[in-house]
């Protein structure tokens, strides 16, 4: 059964950082595309980043220059590292392969002064 586990989330002040993990079981990610997601409150759920299997990234406009996705093939885990952080970032984030229709449960991501 193929299960990602999202975690690193938190609350945070405006202008602080966290690192997200998410960590897939039952499935390899070495060969896969890897997202972020986001959903804030009352809002639907948007792309945040992707991180293919080699060494590309790309971000949303949002979060460019603050968030950077990356991968550890060996650990089958994809990092989110969020600095600079606003109250607009708050939401529960996701990773996913590209294209499924598995999700973790998220993690909570807190921006408040």
């Known amino acids: 059964q193929v299960q990602f586990v999202e975690s690193g989330g938190g609350l945070v002040q405006p202008g602080g950082s966290l690192n997200l993990s998410c960590t897939g079981s039952?499935?390899?990610?070495?060969?896969?595309?890897m997202t972020w997601h986001r959903q804030a409150p009352g809002k639907a759920r948007e792309w945040v980043a992707t991180?293919?299997?080699?060494?590309?990234?790309i971000v949303a406009d949002s979060v460019k220059g603050r968030f950077t996705a990356s991968r550890d093939n060996t650990k089958n885990t994809v990092y989110l590292q969020m600095k600079s952080l606003e109250l607009e970032d708050t939401a529960v984030y996701y990773c996913?392969?590209?294209?499924?229709?598995?999700w973790g449960q998220g993690t909570q991501v807190t921006v408040s002064s």
């Open positions: 039952g499935f390899s990610i070495s060969d896969a595309i």
């Open positions: 991180v293919s299997p080699g060494t590309w990234t």
């Open positions: 996913q392969e590209a294209g499924s229709t598995t």
